[in-house]
């Protein structure tokens, strides 16, 4: 059992343990391991979408910038599967995940402390009957 999960019911027991109440107390994982967790899914998803919001920000910059584009000869992207390939074929893999240590900087605490004071603002309203 992960520390300070000792002695608590489980949602499948029978008994006191069904009410609503201790169920959620039962479901609630320690400040510590909510951070830990929500961090961890944090910079798994901003790692892995990274190619994705680079080329949204490359299309939105050259909305910005389209008319000196095309007067420079340069062709804009067309879309995000257009974006990708354009720029896996001029800069390669390192260029799909341009920024991303940055993005990945301002995910995991962003999204651990948005994680952890939903949690914990939860159960102190389950503890208040605002279930």
């Not at 994982?29 to 951070?35: D, E, I, N, S, V």
């Amino acid at each position: 059992e992960p520390e300070g999960w000792e002695g608590r019911s489980g949602p499948g027991n029978r008994g006191e343990g069904n009410s609503p109440k201790a169920l959620a107390e039962s479901q609630q994982l320690p400040a510590h391991l909510t951070l830990a967790c929500s961090s961890t899914a944090a910079v798994l998803a901003a790692a892995l979408t990274s190619p994705l919001d680079m080329v949204k920000l490359r299309l939105q910059v050259q909305r910005a910038a389209t008319g000196q584009q095309q007067q420079q000869g340069r062709q804009p992207y067309k879309g995000t599967l257009d974006g990708l390939q354009k720029t896996f074929a001029s800069e390669g893999l390192r260029g799909l995940w341009r920024g991303a240590i940055a993005r990945v900087l301002f995910q995991a605490p962003a999204t651990a402390i948005t994680v952890a004071v939903y949690e914990l603002t939860k159960a102190h309203l389950a503890d208040r009957g605002w279930e």
